[in-house]
């Protein structure tokens, strides 16, 4: 049996596995990442190796003659190349997304050193960093260095021998390929959600597609489109060497089948040069060298990753993804993709994904790696003999049927995809059905103002709540998500309910919920706790210096990000503070504090500020009064679940952080000290981390339901 057939039905078995175990295959992925870390062993050192025997090897003439000729051609197809790759993200269909707090949003990625990135000071660095594209020009220039070296032939022999030993691990760990693909295929389906599973099915389907195209049309297309060679005799005479190809999953045993088909095609089109044949010798294992459209177009997935996980790869990011690409995909893609996964700030572990989608794409990537070594190959060598030309009419033809082409794919991967693909928003659902996870004090919820309790005013607050058994927190009528609101069960919930009841738990008293109609931070709030209409605001408000003097405020127990919520494709407008700073004319809601608008306002002097009562005026303003709302990043990411139309964004650098705190009555200097007391407690015994992970970050709350599996589900042998 075949290495391919064991690896096929490996792949088979391990789906199997997955879905009958379920989530406890899960255990499986370190032995998928050991496989993984294996194949790339020997990848890096064989790049370096292999790249300075290679064009070690070359005649200087050769190497002359060849670079400038091949080298455009070259930068043609990895252009046309990129452009597919930047099309296929619009076949994804668009679903709409958003998330809870994460401070990925306030963390600020470390600047990329380009220099360091491209230009090696320490190649030995550069190598154990896996910084590929400093790693292949070191090897470009040394090998390039290696064709004028008069006693090279020694060092070229000891490079193919290390080369050989390289291949030769390599293929023992090829050898292991049926266990890992085993392991991987059971822990990922396993483990999979069915949201995931759907989407990793767009990816198969928009990779295969693409890259059919690429094999059929683009690469020969061109080739007809600059030299007299028909596209249909292109595809006639390699037929045999792409079936061979796409069965083995390699190009490389088709080496000998592709020089004979590009030595038979020159021979018809150029039957006097007697250099066709030494052009097609070298260009053809030289080809094998760079990256070819197959390896580029194996870039898509870096994207794909990007919408996975709901951070697309921004477009200006693109050139530093083609360029960073093209250098790190010299050698193995197993290679490259984990370091552009790092250098766009994407889960590494998403690897595993790539690695699995791959045993289904390799073999079109194949096909494609093939048709790409004819067409380079071809095009060279027309170059050099003379029968490449630039003919406007067909190259126009050729770009217009190509665009064509691509649309067509793209909406019918849309259309496709509307069909296969649940896009049905769930995400407000959790906001909605979250629940207090404190203990919770006695306690009644006033929807309406309840009566304001006469109040002894020669009496501390602490002693009337003490007294009493009950503790009055006033909550803010208006929704605050993620501290105060009521959900789907019309309970009274939130990261500062919570605190409340632990708060009332301390003291040992019950408590009264009561409404405030107000908006938290203004001095009228002091009404309310000095008259005794409740005892303490727990509504995380901001310190405001408009209310010093009428209310007092307890010790922080949050520090909370300003930031914008906007329209989702308005989001880069926002990302850079600099930007916003000089922009005229910009229209924000904010919050009605003076002393909160005053703060703002120094940042974005040509701004225009619009003071607002309610988050909901700027919801259903949809865009015509206002650009952008300023408020809490914790509470614009809760908010933006409900409204996944709108988005966070912490511009760069932040503009401040503002300490949440709780508002007490004046001259209550007992009341505030407990209070502080607490907070401090609650900060240093985990109890604000908890509800912070919960309320915020939505840790728990997103937490699923287990896998179906048929051990589970049809079996019922385990809970």
Known sequence: MSLSTRILISLVLGVVAGLFVGEPLGVLEIVGEGYIRLLQMTVLPYVVVSLMAGLGSLELATARRLGLAVGCLLLLLWVLSFGMVAAMPFSFPRIESASFFSTTLIERPPAIDFLGLYIPSNPFHAMANNVVPAVVLFSLAVGTALISVPEKRPLLKGFHALSEALLRVNGYVVKLSPYGVFAIAASVSGTMSVEQFQRVQVYLVSYVLFSLIATYWVLPGLLAALT????????????????????????????????????????????????????????????????????????????????????????????????????????????????????????????QLFVATGLVNSRFGTLLQAMHVLAITLLGASALLGLLEVRWKPVARYLGLTFLIVFIAIAGCRILFAEMIDTTYAKGELVGNMHLILESAPSIVYREPPPTPTLDEDRSRLDVILERGIMRSCYRKIPSLPFSYFNNEEQLVGFDIDMAHSLARGLGVGIHFVPVDINLGQAGQSKFLNSGYCDIVMSHSIVSMATVNAVVFSEAYLDLNVGFIVADHRRQEFAIREEIEEREGLRIAIPNDRYFIDRIQKFFPNAEFFPVLDTEEFLQDEGVRFDALILTAEGGSALSLLHPQYSVVVPDPPLQTLPAVYTLPLNEGEWRRVVDSWVGLSRGDGTVNELYDYWILGREAEHEKARWSILRNVLGWID
Request: charged share 15%; with cysteine.
């Open 228 to 351: 007299p060679i028909r596209h249909r005799e292109a595809l006639v005479v390699t037929r045999d060497a792409m079936v061979t190809a796409f069965a083995t999953g390699s190009s490389f045993v088709v080496i000998p089948m592709l020089s004979k088909a590009c030595k038979q095609i020159l021979e018809h089109y150029a039957p006097e040069n007697g250099e066709s044949e030494s052009l097609v010798d070298v260009i053809v294992p030289a080809s094998y060298t760079f990256p070819d459209t197959a390896k580029i177009l194996s870039l898509s997935f870096v994207l794909f990753a990007g919408w996975v996980m709901d951070t697309p790869v921004n477009v200006s990011d693109y050139p530093l993804l083609f360029v960073s690409g093209i250098a790190s995909t010299f050698g193995s893609v197993m290679v490259g993709i984990p370091f552009l996964l790092d250098l766009m700030h994407l889960p590494h572990d998403l690897m």
